[in-house]
C-alpha cells in the first residue's frame, strides 16, 4: 500500500506545481513499491543524463543512509518495475550504488541543530533505529542511541556478512550520525524503560530487531557443533573466527541460511551443504544470492529436513528427511510433507540452524507481546502498551528488510514528533495519483528490447577467499546506458484541453507506440498507464494542446535555449552554432562537454531529452536570436525508441523551406544521428566549416553593400 | 474538411507589407486538423515572419498571433475584437471563409488570406490530404457506389470511363487512379454493374446559381442580401 506520511513530497529541480503549470504526473509502480517511496523515476533519469550528483541529491532526499541500501537493498521496486514486463526490470539498486559511488555521497555532510528540548532514546541501533534518530535529529530533538553490542548498525552489523556491506560504509554512516549531534552508546544494554524515564527521556522508541535464533526442535539440537545462524553471523561479523571444520550443513532456505552458508565458505570450510525443506521456487531468499551462492559451489538439498542430530566421534551425524510438497496453507506457500521412509545420513563436523529469527523483548520493559514475540503497537501511532514508549522495525514485525526498517524508523521519527509537540498524527497529503495498469500486449510490442545491463562482481575464485565486497560498481557508460531503459511510467503526455483538441488524430499518427486512441464518443483519449513520455505527440500537435505531465518538461527546452542565448551574447567566437543535444547516454556522458572543448567555434549546447521534443519553431527561434547555424544531434541505436530521427528530419525539412524563403541558407541547419562509438567530432567539423563558410560570405557581402 | 496549404512566406511578407501590426488568427477546426493554420502553424508563422524581419532589416512589423475555435462564425471571432482593435491588419490562417467572415465583421480592417484554400477532402495518412467533395450541389454518389467521379476523374465526366484509361489508371499520371475502374469495381461488388449502362445527362451549371444558400429558418428568401 502506498501511504504517503513524509515522504518525499518536496519534488525536486524546483518544480513549484502552480495553477498555470500544474504537475499531473502519477506516481510509478516502483515508487509505490519502495518502503521508503523514493522518487526512483526522477533519479534514474537523472543517471541516465550522467547527472549523477543530481541523482544522488534526489536519492538523499528520500533515503537517509542511501550507501547502505545501495548495497543490501532487496529493491521491491525492482519487481513492480513495469520494463520486466517488456523484458528485465531496470538495475534500480545497483544504479543507486552507481550514484552514491559517483555523485559524492562521502562529502555529504549532515548537519542538524538543537531546537528541542524533549530529549529522545532510541533502543537498539539497526537500521529503523539509525533512521529515526537521524529524522529526529533533524527536527530538531537531542537524541541518544543505546546499542547492546560494541558497534552500532543492529542486523547491518552482526547479521549482514562484510562481503554484502562492508563495514567502511557503515562506519561513514555511524560518523554522520555522530556528526549531527546524536549522542551514541555503544556496549550499552538497556534493562529498564522506567530508568530511561527517569534519566529524563521524554519518549522512547524500542527498535532492537529479531536476532533470537528459532529452534528445530529436534533431538539433539544442544549438542556441541550445532549454533544458530544470527549467533554464527554475529560471532564472525564481530570478529571471532569459529571453527567449523571440513564439512558444514546450513538449515533453512532465507537469506540468513545463505549468508551463514556463504560466511561458511568464507572461513575455510571445504564442503557447505544447505538443507531446505521445500523446493526453490518456495525458498524466501534473494533469487540472486541463492544464484551467487550456487556459482559458489555452495550444494542445496531441496525437500530436506533434520529429524535428529547424533555426535559420533567428534562429527555430527545428521538424520534427514525426504520431504514432498502437500496442500498450500493460508499463505498460499506448498507444505512440506515428509516422505515416510526416506531418511538419510549426513555428516558433518557443524550445523548451522537458520530457520527464522524472532525478536527478544526484556520482561521489565513490560511491553504487550503479540505472535511470534513481537512488540504489539497502535499501526497509526506506533505507540506501545506504555506512553511514551514506541516501536518499530524487526521488533515489531518480525524479521523483514533494511528498507522497511528505515521507513518503519522514519515514520517513528514523525510520529514521536507528534507526540511530544501535542499533535494527532496527520497522514501526510500527497494529490498525486498513483499509476496503475499492465502495459498492453501492443505496447510492449513497440518497445525497443533492450537487456538488463548488470554490473560487474567478482569472479568465484577470488570472492570466496576473503570477505571482500562482490559486486562493483558499473562504469559509467554501462550505468547510463542501464538508466536509460526506465519508461518513465506516469510522467507520459496529456491533453491539457479537449476544448481545443481539434481531433485531427495527429498524435495517434505519430505515436510510435500506438498509445492513443479514440473511445467511443470519438474524442481522444492518451492512456497514462501506457504512455512513454517521448514527447514526440507534444512536439507535432497542430493545437499545441498535449503537454508532459511534469511541468519541467514543458518549460525544459525553452529555457535551455534562452540560456544558452544568454551567455552566447558574451561570446566572441563566431560563427555562432547553436546545437540541441541530448541529453541522455551519449551526449549526457561527457560527449557533450567534448564537443564544447574541441569547439572550434561558438558551439553553444543546448541539451534535449531526447530530440523528438526540439519544435520547429525552436529552430527558428534560434536563428531569430543570431545563430548561424542549428544542429540536431540524437542517439542512433542507443535511442530507446527506433526511428527517433524520422520526426526531427521532418521538421527540419520544414524549417528549411521557410528559412529558404528568407535567405537563409538550408546547409545552415542539419540533424545527425550519431552512433555510441562514432566520434561526434568530425561530422561536426565538417558543419562547422560549412556554416564558417557561409558566415564569411555573408559577411563579406555585409561589407560590399557598405 | 476543407483543407488548404500555408501561402509562401514571400507573398504573407508582400501582402503585410504597409501594415505596422499585424494579428495573426489562427482557427481551431479544419486549418488545426490539415496542419495549415492552427495554434502551431500560428506560433511558427509568427517566429518565422520575425525572423525574416530580423534577417532581412527591412520592416518594422509588430506581431501578435491568436487562435479562435472557429472563424467561420461571427460570435467566435467577437471573443477577439478587442485584439483585432489594437492592430492595423488581420493575417487570418482560416480558410477562405475565414478572411471573408473576418472582413465581413470589421469592415474598416485589411484582411489578409495566410493560406490557399484548396479543396474538401480527407486525410489519407499522416500530412497527406486527398480531395473528395467538390460542393456541386447536386450529389450524385448514389449511382456511383460512393465515389465522386467529378472530384476524382480529371475530365469531371459523368459517364465514364474514357478512353484515356488504361490499367486502372489515369492518362493524366499513371499514379492516379481512374475514377471511372474504381466506381465500375465497386458496383461490381455491390452487384449493382446495371447502373454503369444508364446514361447520365450532363449537368446543367446554370441550376446552381451562386452564391449558393441553405435557409432552413422559416421566412428567410434565398439569395436575399447575400454577399
Same mark, same amino acid.
Given at each position: 500500500?502506498?501511504?504517503?506520511t513524509?515522504?518525499?513530497t518536496?519534488?525536486?529541480?524546483?518544480?513549484?506545481?502552480?495553477?498555470?503549470?500544474?504537475?499531473?504526473?502519477?506516481?510509478p509502480?516502483?515508487?509505490?513499491?519502495?518502503?521508503?517511496?523514493?522518487?526512483?523515476?526522477e533519479?534514474?533519469?537523472?543517471?541516465a543524463?550522467?547527472r549523477?550528483?543530481?541523482?544522488?541529491?534526489?536519492?538523499r532526499?528520500?533515503?537517509?543512509?542511501?550507501?547502505?541500501?545501495?548495497?543490501?537493498?532487496?529493491?521491491?521496486?525492482?519487481?513492480?518495475?513495469?520494463?520486466?514486463?517488456v523484458?528485465?526490470p531496470?538495475?534500480?539498486?545497483?544504479l543507486?550504488?552507481?550514484?552514491v559511488?559517483?555523485?559524492?555521497?562521502?562529502?555529504?555532510?549532515?548537519?542538524?541543530?538543537?531546537?528541542?528540548v524533549?530529549?529522545?532514546a532510541?533502543?537498539g541501533?539497526?537500521?529503523?533505529?539509525?533512521?529515526?534518530?537521524?529524522y529526529?535529529?533533524?527536527?530538531g530533538?537531542?537524541?541518544?542511541?543505546?546499542?547492546?553490542?560494541s558497534?552500532?548498525?543492529?542486523?547491518?552489523?552482526v547479521?549482514?556478512?562484510?562481503?554484502?556491506?562492508?563495514?567502511?560504509?557503515l562506519?561513514t554512516?555511524?560518523?554522520r550520525?555522530?556528526?549531527?549531534?546524536?549522542?551514541?552508546?555503544?556496549?550499552t544494554?538497556?534493562?529498564?524503560l522506567?530508568?530511561?524515564?527517569?534519566?529524563?527521556?521524554?519518549?522512547?522508541?524500542?527498535?532492537?530487531?529479531?536476532?533470537?535464533?528459532?529452534?528445530?526442535?529436534?533431538?539433539?539440537e544442544?549438542?556441541?557443533g550445532?549454533?544458530?545462524?544470527?549467533?554464527?553471523?554475529?560471532?564472525?561479523?564481530?570478529?571471532?573466527?569459529?571453527?567449523?571444520?571440513?564439512?558444514?550443513?546450513?538449515?533453512?532456505?532465507?537469506?540468513?541460511?545463505?549468508?551463514?552458508?556463504?560466511?561458511?565458505?568464507?572461513?575455510?570450510?571445504?564442503?557447505?551443504?544447505?538443507?531446505?525443506?521445500?523446493s526453490?521456487?518456495?525458498?524466501?531468499?534473494?533469487?540472486?544470492?541463492?544464484e551467487q551462492?550456487?556459482e559458489?559451489?555452495?550444494?542445496?538439498?531441496?525437500l530436506?529436513a533434520?529429524?535428529?542430530?547424533?555426535?559420533?566421534?567428534?562429527?555430527?551425524?545428521?538424520?534427514c528427511i525426504k520431504?514432498?510438497?502437500?496442500?498450500?496453507?493460508?499463505r498460499?506457500?506448498?507444505q512440506?510433507?515428509p516422505?515416510?521412509?526416506?531418511?538419510?545420513?549426513?555428516?558433518?563436523?557443524?550445523?548451522?540452524?537458520?530457520?527464522?529469527?524472532?525478536p527478544?523483548?526484556p520482561?521489565d520493559?513490560?511491553?504487550?507481546?503479540?505472535?511470534?514475540?513481537?512488540?504489539q503497537v497502535?499501526?497509526?501511532?506506533?505507540?506501545?502498551?506504555?506512553?511514551?514508549?514506541?516501536?518499530?522495525g524487526?521488533?515489531?514485525?518480525?524479521?523483514?528488510?533494511?528498507?522497511?526498517?528505515?521507513?518503519?524508523?522514519?515514520?517513528a521519527?514523525s510520529?514521536?514528533?507528534?507526540?511530544?509537540?501535542h499533535?494527532?498524527?496527520?497522514?501526510?497529503?500527497?494529490?498525486?495519483?498513483?499509476?496503475?495498469g499492465?502495459?498492453?500486449?501492443?505496447?510492449?510490442?513497440?518497445?525497443?528490447?533492450?537487456?538488463?545491463?548488470?554490473?560487474?562482481?567478482l569472479?568465484?575464485?577470488?570472492?570466496?577467499?576473503?570477505f571482500?565486497?562482490?559486486?562493483?560498481?558499473?562504469?559509467?557508460?554501462?550505468?547510463?546506458?542501464e538508466?536509460?531503459?526506465?519508461?518513465r511510467?506516469?510522467?507520459?503526455?496529456?491533453?491539457?484541453?479537449?476544448?481545443?483538441?481539434?481531433?485531427?488524430l495527429t498524435?495517434l499518427?505519430?505515436?510510435?507506440?500506438h498509445?492513443?486512441?479514440l473511445?467511443?464518443s470519438?474524442?481522444i483519449?492518451?492512456?497514462?498507464?501506457?504512455c512513454?513520455?517521448?514527447?514526440?505527440?507534444?512536439?507535432?500537435?497542430?493545437?499545441?494542446?498535449?503537454?508532459l505531465?511534469?511541468?519541467?518538461?514543458?518549460?525544459?527546452?525553452?529555457?535551455?535555449?534562452n540560456?544558452?542565448?544568454?551567455?552566447?551574447?558574451?561570446?566572441?567566437?563566431k560563427?555562432?552554432?547553436?546545437g540541441?543535444c541530448?541529453?541522455?547516454g551519449l551526449?549526457?556522458?561527457?560527449?557533450?562537454?567534448?564537443?564544447?572543448?574541441?569547439?572550434k567555434?561558438?558551439?553553444?549546447?543546448?541539451?534535449?531529452?531526447?530530440?523528438?521534443?526540439v519544435?520547429?519553431?525552436?529552430?527558428?527561434?534560434?536563428?531569430?536570436?543570431g545563430?548561424?547555424?542549428?544542429f540536431?544531434?540524437?542517439c542512433?541505436?542507443?535511442?530507446?525508441?527506433?526511428?527517433?530521427?524520422?520526426?526531427?528530419?521532418q521538421?527540419?525539412?520544414?524549417?528549411?523551406?521557410t528559412?529558404?524563403?528568407i535567405?537563409?541558407?538550408?546547409e545552415?541547419?542539419?540533424?545527425?544521428?550519431l552512433e555510441?562509438?562514432?566520434d561526434?567530432?568530425?561530422?561536426l567539423d565538417?558543419?562547422?566549416a560549412?556554416?564558417?563558410?557561409?558566415?564569411?560570405?555573408?559577411?563579406?557581402?555585409?561589407?560590399?553593400?557598405? | 474538411?476543407i483543407?488548404?496549404?500555408?501561402?509562401?512566406?514571400?507573398? +504573407?511578407?508582400?501582402?503585410?507589407?504597409?501594415?505596422?501590426? =499585424? $494579428?495573426?488568427? /489562427? &482557427? @481551431?477546426t479544419?486549418m488545426?486538423?490539415?496542419?495549415?493554420?492552427?495554434?502551431?502553424?500560428?506560433?511558427?508563422l509568427h517566429?518565422?515572419?520575425?525572423?525574416?524581419?530580423?534577417?532581412?532589416?527591412?520592416?518594422?512589423?509588430?506581431?501578435s498571433?491568436?487562435?479562435?475555435?472557429r472563424q467561420?462564425?461571427?460570435e467566435?471571432?467577437?471573443? +477577439?475584437?478587442?485584439?483585432i482593435?489594437?492592430?492595423?491588419? =488581420? $493575417?487570418?490562417? /482560416? &480558410? @477562405?471563409i475565414?478572411v471573408?467572415?473576418?472582413?465581413?465583421?470589421?469592415?474598416?480592417?485589411?484582411?489578409?488570406?495566410?493560406?490557399?484554400?484548396?479543396?474538401?477532402?480527407?486525410?489519407?495518412?499522416?500530412?497527406?490530404w486527398?480531395?473528395?467533395?467538390?460542393?456541386?450541389?447536386?450529389?450524385?454518389?448514389?449511382?456511383?457506389?460512393?465515389i465522386?467521379?467529378?472530384?476524382?476523374?480529371?475530365?469531371?465526366?459523368l459517364?465514364?470511363?474514357?478512353? @484515356?484509361?488504361?490499367?486502372?489508371?489515369?492518362?493524366?499520371?499513371?499514379d492516379?487512379?481512374?475514377a471511372?475502374?474504381?466506381?465500375y469495381?465497386?458496383?461490381?461488388?455491390?452487384?449493382?454493374?446495371?447502373?454503369?449502362?444508364?446514361?447520365?445527362?450532363p449537368?446543367n451549371?446554370?441550376?446552381?446559381?451562386?452564391?449558393?444558400?441553405?435557409?432552413?429558418?422559416?421566412?428567410?428568401?434565398?439569395?436575399?442580401?447575400?454577399?
Amino acid at each position: 500500500m502506498y501511504s504517503p506520511t513524509l515522504d518525499n513530497t518536496q519534488r525536486y529541480r524546483g518544480d513549484k506545481t502552480s495553477a498555470s503549470s500544474p504537475d499531473h504526473s502519477l506516481i510509478p509502480p516502483c515508487q509505490v513499491a519502495c518502503p521508503l517511496h523514493m522518487d526512483i523515476r526522477e533519479y534514474v533519469d537523472l543517471a541516465a543524463q550522467g547527472r549523477i550528483m543530481e541523482a544522488l541529491q534526489v536519492i538523499r532526499e528520500g533515503n537517509p543512509f542511501p550507501s547502505i541500501c545501495a548495497y543490501v537493498c532487496t529493491h521491491a521496486c525492482e519487481s513492480s518495475c513495469r520494463r520486466g514486463q517488456v523484458d528485465e526490470p531496470v538495475a534500480i539498486r545497483a544504479l543507486k550504488r552507481f550514484a552514491v559511488e559517483f555523485g559524492g555521497d562521502r562529502m555529504v555532510r549532515a548537519e542538524a541543530e538543537t531546537t528541542q528540548v524533549e530529549k529522545v532514546a532510541i533502543v537498539g541501533s539497526g537500521p529503523a533505529g539509525m533512521a529515526c534518530a537521524y529524522y529526529l535529529r533533524k527536527l530538531g530533538y537531542p537524541v541518544t542511541i543505546f546499542e547492546a553490542q560494541s558497534e552500532i548498525g543492529g542486523m547491518l552489523r552482526v547479521g549482514i556478512p562484510q562481503y554484502r556491506l562492508p563495514r567502511e560504509v557503515l562506519d561513514t554512516e555511524a560518523q554522520r550520525l555522530t556528526q549531527m549531534g546524536i549522542e551514541i552508546r555503544t556496549s550499552t544494554r538497556v534493562v529498564s524503560l522506567d530508568l530511561l524515564f527517569e534519566m529524563s527521556y521524554k519518549a522512547i522508541f524500542i527498535t532492537i530487531g529479531a536476532h533470537q535464533s528459532l529452534r528445530l526442535g529436534i533431538e539433539g539440537e544442544d549438542l556441541p557443533g550445532v549454533i544458530d545462524g544470527a549467533t554464527f553471523l554475529r560471532e564472525v561479523n564481530l570478529g571471532l573466527k569459529p571453527t567449523l571444520g571440513k564439512r558444514v550443513a546450513v538449515v533453512g532456505g532465507g537469506n540468513v541460511a545463505i549468508d551463514a552458508a556463504r560466511t561458511a565458505l568464507r572461513l575455510g570450510t571445504q564442503k557447505v551443504s544447505i538443507l531446505y525443506r521445500r523446493s526453490r521456487a518456495e525458498m524466501p531468499a534473494d533469487p540472486s544470492e541463492i544464484e551467487q551462492a550456487l556459482e559458489e559451489g555452495i550444494e542445496i538439498l531441496f525437500l530436506a529436513a533434520p529429524v535428529r542430530i547424533e555426535r559420533r566421534k567428534g562429527k555430527l551425524s545428521v538424520t534427514c528427511i525426504k520431504m514432498e510438497l502437500g496442500e498450500p496453507d493460508s499463505r498460499g506457500r506448498r507444505q512440506p510433507v515428509p516422505i515416510k521412509d526416506s531418511e538419510f545420513n549426513t555428516e558433518v563436523e557443524a550445523l548451522i540452524t537458520a530457520i527464522g529469527q524472532a525478536p527478544q523483548a526484556p520482561q521489565d520493559f513490560r511491553l504487550r507481546i503479540g505472535r511470534g514475540s513481537t512488540i504489539q503497537v497502535d499501526p497509526v501511532t506506533l505507540t506501545t502498551n506504555r506512553p511514551g514508549v514506541f516501536a518499530g522495525g524487526d521488533a515489531v514485525t518480525g524479521p523483514a528488510t533494511v528498507t522497511e526498517a528505515l521507513a518503519a524508523g522514519r515514520l517513528a521519527a514523525s510520529r514521536i514528533d507528534d507526540y511530544l509537540r501535542h499533535r494527532y498524527p496527520l497522514a501526510g497529503k500527497d494529490t498525486h495519483r498513483v499509476l496503475e495498469g499492465e502495459l498492453s500486449a501492443e505496447t510492449v510490442e513497440m518497445i525497443r528490447k533492450i537487456g538488463r545491463l548488470e554490473p560487474p562482481v567478482l569472479s568465484r575464485e577470488v570472492r570466496t577467499s576473503d570477505f571482500k565486497p562482490i559486486e562493483l560498481a558499473y562504469d559509467w557508460a554501462t550505468a547510463v546506458n542501464e538508466a536509460r531503459r526506465c519508461l518513465r511510467c506516469g510522467v507520459g503526455a496529456e491533453i491539457t484541453s479537449q476544448d481545443r483538441c481539434a481531433s485531427c488524430l495527429t498524435c495517434l499518427r505519430v505515436c510510435p507506440y500506438h498509445v492513443p486512441r479514440l473511445d467511443a464518443s470519438g474524442t481522444i483519449q492518451i492512456p497514462i498507464d501506457q504512455c512513454l513520455a517521448c514527447g514526440i505527440c507534444v512536439a507535432e500537435c497542430p493545437a499545441k494542446v498535449i503537454v508532459l505531465r511534469k511541468p519541467y518538461e514543458r518549460r525544459h527546452i525553452a529555457e535551455e535555449l534562452n540560456h544558452a542565448l544568454r551567455s552566447a551574447a558574451e561570446a566572441k567566437l563566431k560563427p555562432f552554432i547553436v546545437g540541441f543535444c541530448c541529453q541522455y547516454g551519449l551526449f549526457g556522458t561527457g560527449t557533450l562537454a567534448a564537443l564544447w572543448r574541441e569547439a572550434k567555434a561558438g558551439i553553444w549546447i543546448v541539451p534535449v531529452l531526447c530530440i523528438a521534443k526540439v519544435e520547429a519553431d525552436h529552430i527558428l527561434r534560434a536563428f531569430e536570436l543570431g545563430a548561424e547555424g542549428v544542429f540536431i544531434a540524437g542517439c542512433g541505436t542507443q535511442c530507446a525508441r527506433e526511428n527517433t530521427a524520422a520526426s526531427i528530419r521532418q521538421r527540419v525539412a520544414k524549417v528549411k523551406k521557410t528559412l529558404a524563403q528568407i535567405g537563409v541558407e538550408p546547409e545552415r541547419i542539419q540533424a545527425f544521428v550519431l552512433e555510441a562509438e562514432q566520434d561526434p567530432g568530425k561530422e561536426l567539423d565538417e558543419f562547422i566549416a560549412q556554416v564558417g563558410k557561409l558566415y564569411l560570405a555573408s559577411t563579406l557581402m555585409e561589407e560590399v553593400r557598405r | 474538411m476543407i483543407v488548404a496549404e500555408q501561402k509562401s512566406l514571400e507573398e +504573407i511578407r508582400r501582402m503585410i507589407t504597409p501594415y505596422q501590426r =499585424v $494579428l495573426i488568427v /489562427g &482557427c @481551431g477546426t479544419c486549418m488545426t486538423v490539415c496542419d495549415a493554420g492552427g495554434e502551431r502553424e500560428v506560433s511558427f508563422l509568427h517566429s518565422a515572419l520575425r525572423l525574416a524581419q530580423a534577417k532581412t532589416g527591412d520592416s518594422q512589423h509588430s506581431f501578435s498571433e491568436h487562435t479562435v475555435k472557429r472563424q467561420c462564425d461571427p460570435e467566435f471571432i467577437d471573443l +477577439i475584437a478587442d485584439k483585432i482593435a489594437e492592430v492595423d491588419a =488581420v $493575417l487570418s490562417l /482560416g &480558410c @477562405g471563409i475565414g478572411v471573408q467572415a473576418i472582413a465581413e465583421r470589421f469592415p474598416d480592417m485589411p484582411v489578409f488570406p495566410g493560406v490557399n484554400t484548396s479543396f474538401m477532402g480527407m486525410a489519407k495518412e499522416l500530412g497527406v490530404w486527398d480531395e473528395r467533395c467538390a460542393g456541386c450541389g447536386d450529389c450524385r454518389l448514389e449511382e456511383t457506389a460512393g465515389i465522386c467521379p467529378i472530384t476524382r476523374c480529371t475530365k469531371g465526366i459523368l459517364n465514364g470511363p474514357c478512353a @484515356g484509361t488504361k490499367n486502372g489508371k489515369c492518362e493524366v499520371s499513371k499514379d492516379m487512379d481512374c475514377a471511372w475502374v474504381l466506381i465500375y469495381r465497386r458496383l461490381e461488388r455491390l452487384q449493382q454493374l446495371d447502373k454503369m449502362r444508364r446514361y447520365y445527362p450532363p449537368r446543367n451549371y446554370r441550376a446552381v446559381p451562386r452564391p449558393k444558400r441553405i435557409v432552413s429558418k422559416v421566412g428567410t428568401a434565398a439569395g436575399e442580401s447575400n454577399g
